[in-house]
């Protein structure tokens, strides 16, 4: 089974950047592929990107495309969430988690996904 760590996450005010951590370790040898979802209050769990692990193939949600951007480092069994130009509307709690296929493109519910981490606060004042 594969363990997830986000970290990263902060308060920033409208326009900066911060970028989140997903480090993963256990049995990552048999991941396909990671993804990035958010979850304001009140609102349901959206996803946000995903990348392959062996590629690294990206899929990004349209709401965040040209702002956010994923990565991976395999040496690190760590996947990236560079985010730029945040607004207050990026304000939620961010998870990472495993894919259950490497066709990153039609895995955009959570349901496509397993082994959650415990997520990190990112807050973006006005």
């Known amino acids: 089974q594969v363990q997830l760590a986000e970290s990263g996450g902060g308060l920033v005010q409208a326009g900066g950047s911060l970028r989140l951590s997903c480090a993963a370790s256990?049995?990552?040898?048999?991941?396909?592929?990671m993804g990035w979802f958010r979850q304001a209050p009140g609102k349901e769990r959206e996803f946000v990107a995903a990348?392959?692990?062996?590629?690294?193939?990206?899929y990004v949600a349209d709401s965040v495309k040209g702002r956010f951007t994923i990565s991976r480092d395999i040496a690190k069994n760590t996947v990236y969430l560079q985010m730029n130009s945040l607004r207050p509307e990026d304000t939620a709690v961010y998870y990472c988690?495993?894919?259950?296929?490497?066709?990153?493109?039609?895995?955009?519910?959570?349901?496509?996904?397993?082994?959650w981490g415990q997520g990190t606060q990112v807050t973006v004042s006005s």
């Open positions: 256990g049995r990552t040898f048999s991941s396909y592929a």
């Open positions: 990348i392959t692990w062996s590629v690294g193939n990206t």
């Open positions: 988690a495993e894919a259950l296929s490497p066709y990153i493109a039609t895995m955009t519910s959570p349901l496509h996904y397993r082994n």
